[in-house]
């Protein structure tokens, strides 16, 4: 398919309905308001299209953006393509996109370390976005991790914390010795505070959830 093709299919298959919910989300215009159903079928029918990917986050377009992250080739997604996308970066929705892509990428896996030390929220979402899709990945430097998500999450910016606590529930799931240090670390944290904007969004209790993923565990 040609990036023409590609997105005037995603027009047609976009909805006003969808638009409205994404740009709650803050997804921002231009867009066409793809489901995530209908975004997952177009990537099956792709399959991984690297060059195409890269046309369709020259677009400028938020659906033909999120479909990028799912057909490009992680093997061939070098630190200069994630530092040319992660630059544009404006809304979780495609933050978090993004970093599915770069946490199946060992450029995204090596750069997340300096991602999370930026003062841009979007940059330093996707480097603990990463952390929390593949924690396992960052063994050697997990204690240290927790230590920073202790010390700073509750200075960093909105989005960045919903990311830290996610990064820590990970961890915690993990198993132990992890599972002890990352409940001890959230309950020194407390309550993270976010702000969902008009949406149904909540931040877990990070406690909770790695004691209810233990006993799932058995």
């Keep these: 398919m040609t990036v023409e093709q590609t997105l005037a299919e995603l027009e ?4 006003e309905q969808n638009r409205k919910v994404y740009q709650r989300h ?6 066409f308001g ?3 159903g ?5 990537r099956k029918r792709i399959k991984r299209d ?8 020259a677009s400028g377009n938020h659906d033909g953006r999120v479909l990028a992250t799912k057909i490009a080739e992680p093997a061939q997604t070098d630190a200069a393509l994630l530092e040319s996308w992660i ?3 404006d809304n979780y929705v495609l933050t978090d996109a993004f970093a599915q ?4 990428s060992k450029a995204g896996r090596e750069r997340a370390a300096t991602w999370i030390d930026s003062a841009d929220e979007w940059t330093s979402s996707a480097g603990w976005t990463v952390v929390a899709i593949r924690p396992h990945a960052f063994e050697d430097q997990l204690g240290t991790l927790i230590r920073r998500v202790v010390n700073s999450i509750h ?14 529930i990970a961890i915690g799931i993990l198993g132990d010795p992890w599972s002890e240090k990352a409940m001890e670390a959230a309950t020194r944290i407390g309550k993270v505070e976010v702000d969902h904007g008009e949406t149904g969004c909540v931040t877990p209790d990070a406690v909770a959830y790695i004691r209810k993923s233990r006993k799932r565990k058995g």
Excluded: C, F, I
């Design 155 to 168: 200075a960093a910016p909105n989005r960045t914390r919903h990311a830290m606590n996610n990064a820590l």
């Design 50 to 57: 690297h060059a195409l990917a890269q046309q369709l986050w």
């Design 101 to 104: 892509l770069a946490a199946a």
């Design 87 to 89: 630059e544009d970066l």
């Design 34 to 36: 793809v489901s995530y």
């Design 26 to 31: 803050g997804a921002k215009p231009p867009l």
């Design 12 to 15: 047609a298959l976009g909805t």
């Design 38 to 42: 209908n975004l997952d079928k177009l």
